[in-house]
């Protein structure tokens, strides 16, 4: 059989196909041989431009199947998985959920309670592969997108006063539509915090939410677990039993990434932080679960896997390396500080040329994705043989070249930080944990801004319902008092269990956050191999939310130079450019310009399995009543 090449994305389709395999765009009817399908190629084809573009691609599903119709089941399956491992909330947010919804524990738990809840933390999970360029002009584009000044000069300006605040579905869990007319009250500038929210507890060290990516197997949940190992935070039990159970299936060497999956905290104290573990499984269908995680990151610890084939595999030689990706989604949720965890050393004698090596070839992809060099810390180590761990390393193989720190050690190098106490509250809510049988409902996530503390009042968006705080939970222990930077269980009280969501937020009643499903957003397109046209569908992230959207304008490509907007709209957008586009989500979600608040306005696009875009809302717009 023949081949025709897509005249937009290149691809060489077989000679049978009526539209492109990877994009969706019509042959030329003129190259088709004369047979029936011909004349239905034809007939489309009168449409012209980038809708009929898109309409092709619903017309090659098989039995009336669209396009939206694949992703939303995409969407379903992908939910599956995402209810029983989520990457960011670990083992308290798991034993949480598992204490509420196993028979053995319901009648008994209060998450009020001061004992600690037993955890049996699920691995978190996550993944993805797109194929992502190393440009300089991606890496001028995306360093714009990720800079706040930059973003002013958007049209965007958030609707402020005239927002109406919708309740509305949102994945994973649906609620129902209602519309409260909740109205924004006060402006943010006009927030006074009141004596408690700034009073800094005494003696308490501050929360550094560390997430740990990195390619499949190269060994973050061993590294997770023999971190909590040495710092005593896994019992001798625990860790009896996993090394009993991993030798009795003949993986022993899997000892510590089952004692990460089942320790019963996911953090550890060092002499500056409080240092809460977000795990991620490093699969590529898992990175949904990821970017939940990420979200909620200060900074990260990438794992390379330094083997001969492996640590090429992981920058995607083949297209499916997660050590790129993942580092350029950390880099577009804002996460500066990132320590390279160079790991297996042992397999390759811990060569110095190899460690140079990786340096030199990783390192130019992190500048390019807008790393500063002051930001970036390398650290080779291996977990199996714990060399540069909590101390400094002892094989004369490594100590011989590197006199660098240990891993602990560059973690508690990290800067601490910033944290906006003395703004309104604002909480995206990671997970929702209810029990109908105990009336009790528990919001899990990362206190963004602002502080709680028990007996408040909150506002629980997008339903706009009003709960009140019964118990807070910081490190699996109650506290009465929890601040910006903090991971938090919260127990809540006056309010229906179906509307605590991923994806929703807790904020202050006189504070809503605003809710939307048609936004504006400036992108920058990754390394795609179909178009992104008027009427693409796609998958859409925001904070913990996630829904199908459409893009329904294309408004204007971005200079990558200059930042200027071209004054002629372009009809479709390729790899590497950036452009501010119009998208309509499925449903709505919380979510607020980048330049009145970074983390309810940062995007990621996917599609097929794949990241398409990253960028940050520049304007939300209203939807209509
Ligand atoms: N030789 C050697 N093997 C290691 C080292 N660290 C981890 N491994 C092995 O690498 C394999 C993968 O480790 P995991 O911790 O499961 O890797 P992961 O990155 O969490 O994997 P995913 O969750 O699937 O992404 C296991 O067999 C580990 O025992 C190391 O320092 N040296």
């Not at 800094?200 to 023999?226: F, M, P, W, Y």
């Not at 180590?381 to 714990?386: A, G, I, K, P």
């Not at 008027?534 to 998958?539: F, K, L, R, T, W």
């Amino acid at each position: 059989m023949g081949l025709w090449q897509c005249p937009i994305c290149t691809y060489d389709n077989d000679d049978g196909l009526l539209s492109c395999d990877v994009c969706g765009v019509f042959r030329d009817s003129s190259s088709v041989a004369a047979n029936n399908d011909e004349r239905k190629v034809c007939d489309l084809g009168k449409d012209s431009g980038a809708s009929m573009l898109a309409k092709s691609l619903f017309a090659r599903k098989p039995h009336g199947e669209t396009e939206k119709d694949v992703v939303l089941d995409k969407l379903l399956s992908k939910r599956v998985n995402d209810s029983y491992e989520k990457g960011n909330a670990k083992g308290r947010f798991d034993a949480l959920r598992e204490m509420f919804m196993t028979p053995k524990h319901s009648s008994s738990i209060n998450i009020g309670d001061s004992a600690p809840p037993r955890a049996s933390g699920k691995k978190g999970i996550l993944k993805f592969a797109p194929k992502i360029d190393k440009t300089e002009k991606s890496a001028a584009s995306l360093s714009a997108i990720g800079d706040p000044d930059q973003c002013e000069n958007s049209s965007a300006r958030d609707n402020g006063d005239a927002s109406e605040i919708l309740s509305s579905n949102l994945h994973p869990l649906k609620l129902d539509k209602k519309s409260k007319g909740t109205r924004k009250m006060t402006s943010a500038a006009e927030y006074k915090p009141e004596k408690w929210v700034l009073s800094e507890e005494e003696g308490c060290l501050s929360q550094l939410n560390l997430a740990i990516v990195g390619h499949v197997d190269s060994g973050k949940s061993t590294l997770s677990g023999r971190l909590l190992h040495l710092l005593g935070m896994i019992s001798k039990k625990v860790m009896h039993k996993n090394e009993k159970e991993a030798k009795e299936k003949g993986k022993g060497s899997f000892t510590y990434a089952w004692a990460m999956d089942e320790s019963t905290v996911a953090y550890f104290k060092t002499e500056k932080y409080r240092v809460v573990l977000l795990d991620s499984p490093g699969h590529k269908d898992f990175v949904p679960n990821m970017i939940s995680g990420v979200t909620q990151a200060d900074a990260a610890i990438l794992v390379v896997d330094a083997s001969i084939g492996s640590f090429e595999a992981g920058l995607g030689g083949n297209g499916f390396g997660q050590t790129r990706e993942h580092a350029q989604l950390i880099r577009s949720f804002g996460v500066e500080q990132i320590i390279i965890a160079v790991n297996k050393m042992d397999v390759v004698e811990y060569s110095r040329g190899r460690f140079d090596d990786i340096k030199v070839q990783l390192g130019s992809f992190l500048r390019s994705y807008g790393f500063k060099e002051s930001n970036v810390t390398w650290v080779p180590l291996s977990v199996m043989e714990n060399q540069n761990l909590i101390s400094p390393a002892s094989d004369v193989r490594l100590t011989c070249w590197y006199e660098g720190c240990y891993l602990l050690d560059a973690i508690d190098s990290l800067q601490s930080p910033p944290r906006e106490v003395s703004k309104p509250l604002l909480l995206p809510i990671c997970d929702g944990i209810s029990s109908h049988s105990l009336g009790q409902v528990a919001a899990c996530g990362k206190l963004e801004r602002g502080a709680l503390r028990s007996g408040s009042k909150v506002l629980v968006m997008p339903s706009g319902d009003l709960a009140t705080i019964r118990a807070i939970e910081r490190d699996s222990s109650p506290c009465s008092v929890a601040r910006a930077g903090d991971n938090v269980a919260v127990s809540l009280q006056g309010i229906d269990g179906g509307h605590v969501i991923p994806g929703g937020v807790l904020c202050l009643p006189d504070f809503p956050v605003t809710v939307a499903s048609t936004l504006e957003l400036k992108i920058l397109v990754l390394a795609i191999t179909a178009p992104i046209l008027i009427g693409s569908q796609v998958e859409f992230h925001i904070h913990h939310a996630r829904t199908a959207a459409k893009v329904v304008k294309i408004l204007s490509l971005i200079d990558p130079k200059s930042g200027k907007s071209s004054k002629r709209p372009p009809r479709l957008l390729t790899a590497k450019q950036s452009a501010i586009i119009e998208v309509s989500l499925d449903e709505a979600v919380c979510v607020e310009a980048f330049s009145e608040c970074r983390v309810l306005g940062r995007v990621i696009l996917r599609a097929a399995g794949n990241t398409i875009a990253v960028g940050i809302v520049t304007r939300v717009i209203e939807p209509e009543t």
